[in-house]
């Protein structure tokens, strides 16, 4: 079918330049008419300054209340082709592998049901294809649940779990991420694909503090990897490092310890580690001299957010150390108190750190029955009036 | 009365909520388990069971989800 180009003179500014422009790939594709009108309606967006997409409703595959986020253009006498344009979010395997084998059939499913435009990937993690109609959901769902693919969250549900790529690696990786995030989205199917949360709920698995998945800025349930003994320490790399002049060991690695825990006489470097609070930036900058310690585990931090108005909200930590092995039961234990607690008294559309912020941690923290500890504290406080409440015991006792 | 019966029972309390309120008030599924627990106890009722409930009314097809603002247990449309 021949399709007449529409002329899109604004968004054509988008290609200059040395940067990769997204309005370059989809001219690539034209001639399918869906992409055309795409073209057709963003051109007119930026002309009238304004967005012409409508997003929400009823569309969905049977079953299941996320993965589809229904998508309606406002001009759909003018641009026909994208009347519908939902999109799909599929979940990816844990660390985005793949073989090339599987990425043509994903592709060869996309293009025969819908627009064939992709994201890989979207910012939750998941396979986006963007641009279905609603008649074409059910067969697109079916043909990749028969290629081994299942749809990912959206809504108020659990998020599709993702996670940096780990052990297959990253010699950092302090725990098997890509493990835990498959063994938590099979464990949660339902809260996965059957909205039952105030708002949206997202794991995010970063196997070191480097955080490559930015879990503490992104994530409700931030797991980053850490260790609980000694930087390992090769005096020799270090050493090379100095005289080979990579490094001004000085400068570059003592001078921007964030705690000044090192410290280097002109031969040998000495970590105070117990004053480190795992930045991970002596270890990027001499990854032959140092590493992360063999006692591995990972923090669990709670409650980010990262909205587009109002300012980022990075998670805090819940648990200062936990072992991360399988099958997680006590982890697991804990986040449905999380969810428990959250769903009977967290508001419409509160995430658990909003809601976390209105009752305060003290009060949240006795509801899911987890006892404070310092980690918890982000500065000390600034308010000298503090009220000591003794526990019912202590208050026998003193009666006694 | 078995597990089943109870669930079958609830599903219908809560498609019959939904139905009522339709197009006035949307409901999560948070709201119809509160309501469930409320109208049959805690003893008799709990979160599991209402689970077990929703699904039964989503996959029967007589309710769906929908989003509008947030993730809600609604009527399928033409309803």
């Known amino acids: ?400 | 009365m078995s597990d089943e019966d109870l669930i079958n029972e609830v599903a219908n309390a809560m498609y019959e909520m939904v139905k009522e309120y339709h197009g006035k008030k949307n409901f999560k599924a948070m709201d119809l388990t509160k309501a469930m627990k409320q109208k049959y106890g805690e003893d008799k009722v709990n979160k599991a069971l209402c689970k077990k409930a929703i699904r039964q009314l989503i996959d029967s097809g007589r309710c769906t989800y929908s989003y509008v603002g947030g993730s809600y247990i609604t009527l399928p449309a033409g309803s």
Request: aromatic content about 10%; overall charge negative.
């Open chain 1, 1 to 400: 079918m021949t399709t007449n180009k529409r002329e899109t003179p604004l968004i054509d500014q988008l290609e200059k330049g040395p940067w990769p422009s997204f309005v370059k790939e989809l001219k690539k594709s034209a001639d399918n008419p869906m992409t055309n009108d795409l073209l057709g309606v963003l051109e007119r967006s930026y002309n009238d300054r304004i967005g012409h997409w409508k997003h929400g409703g009823l569309v969905g595959v049977m079953g299941y209340g996320g993965g589809v986020i229904g998508r309606y253009c406002d001009l759909p006498e003018e641009f026909p082709n994208v009347a519908h344009f939902h999109t799909m979010r599929i979940n990816h395997p844990a660390g985005w592998f793949y073989t090339s084998d599987v990425l043509r059939k994903i592709c060869d499913i996309w293009e025969k049901h819908g627009s064939g435009i992709t994201n890989m990937h979207g910012s939750t993690g998941d396979i986006i294809f963007l641009g279905c109609v609603t008649d074409e959901l059910e067969p697109t769902f079916s043909d990749l649940t028969e290629a081994g693919f299942d749809l990912g969250g959206s809504g108020s549900d659990m998020r599709t779990p993702s996670c940096c790529c780990g052990m297959a690696r990253c010699e950092w990786a302090c725990y098997d991420t890509m493990g835990f995030t498959y063994d938590i989205t099979q464990h949660w199917q339902d809260e996965l694909h059957r909205p039952a949360f105030p708002y949206k709920y997202k794991f995010k698995a970063s196997g070191c503090p480097n955080d490559c998945v930015a879990s503490i800025a992104r994530a409700d349930m931030s797991i980053i990897g850490t260790w609980r003994d000694d930087i390992q320490q090769d005096d020799a790399a270090v050493a090379e490092y100095v005289t080979s002049g990579a490094v001004d060991i000085v400068e570059d690695v003592v001078g921007r310890c964030p705690t000044q825990c090192m410290s280097w006489d002109g031969e040998k470097l000495t970590i105070n580690n117990r004053d480190c609070v795992r930045c991970m930036h002596c270890i990027n900058v001499m990854p032959k001299a140092l590493a992360p310690g063999k006692d591995r585990g990972a923090t669990i931090l709670l409650g980010a957010k990262a909205p587009i108005i109002g300012g980022a909200l990075l998670s805090s930590v819940l648990i200062p150390f936990y072992e991360m092995e399988p099958p997680y039961e006590d982890l697991k234990e804990l986040v449905e108190e999380i969810w428990d607690f959250w769903g009977e008294h967290g508001k419409n559309r509160e995430r658990v750190g909003e809601f976390i912020q209105r009752i305060g941690l003290g009060n949240f923290l006795e509801q899911i029955g987890l006892e404070p500890t310092p980690e918890m504290v982000v500065h000390p406080r600034t308010n000298p009036y503090i009220f000591f409440e003794l526990d019912e015991d202590e208050d026998e006792e003193e009666e006694d």
